[in-house]
């Protein structure tokens, strides 16, 4: 099993001085645990998962810099070679890395895979970036239709996004 805190560690040092980026992660990663353990995922594919949240955007300080975007599809070319070394250094297994570079590899190609690691891997990012980006709650209707999988994250959807605003 991969230790997380350590490889979170690993994250932040790589994305220091961008708390922003770091503060992405952590939320996609928090989802990512929540919906992983209410879906009753056995314990190496929630491993797998948790992983793969903190890694999954660890490519756009490479896409900035070769491409000048940060663009889903250079995020996912530039992220699985970031990413290999960190998980080297946390001693991930040649297949648990194989598959994490390849979560990272295609989290933005929402038809790549209806594996559950990956759907939620896309809910959660999605719960995350439907907040940071403001998106109007017809945008997160639509995406609760078509992208969302797992019973535990249309529910979240719903609960944050699509439920009457809370008044005070
Ligand atoms: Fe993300």
């Given amino acids: 099993m991969i230790d997380i805190a350590k490889l979170t560690e690993l994250a932040i040092a790589y994305d220091a ?11 996609v ?6 919906i992983g353990q209410r879906e009753g995922l056995d314990a190496q594919t929630q491993n ?4 793969a949240a903190i890694l999954h955007d660890i490519g756009i300080h490479e896409a900035e810099h070769k491409h000048a975007s940060s663009a889903g599809k250079w ?7 970031v990413a290999a070394p960190l998980l080297e250094q ?20 929402y038809a790549a895979s209806e594996d559950i690691d ?13 907040y940071e980006d403001a998106l109007p709650p017809n945008a997160c209707q ?13 529910t979240l959807l719903q609960n944050l996004f699509l439920a009457s605003p809370y008044q005070s």
Avoid: S
């Fill in 17 to 27: 001085g961008d708390p922003r980026r770091v503060q992405h992660f952590m939320k």
């Fill in 29 to 34: 990663y928090a989802f990512c645990r929540i």
């Fill in 48 to 51: 797998t998962l948790e992983a």
């Fill in 75 to 81: 995020q996912e070319v530039e992220g699985p070679a």
């Fill in 90 to 109: 946390v001693g991930a297994d040649p297949a648990t890395c194989e598959r994490i570079l390849w979560l990272i590899a295609h989290h933005h190609t």
């Fill in 118 to 130: 990956f759907r939620i891997l896309l809910e959660a990012d999605f719960l995350v970036n439907a």
């Fill in 142 to 154: 639509t995406a609760g239709d078509k992208v969302f999988r797992t019973r535990t994250g249309q």
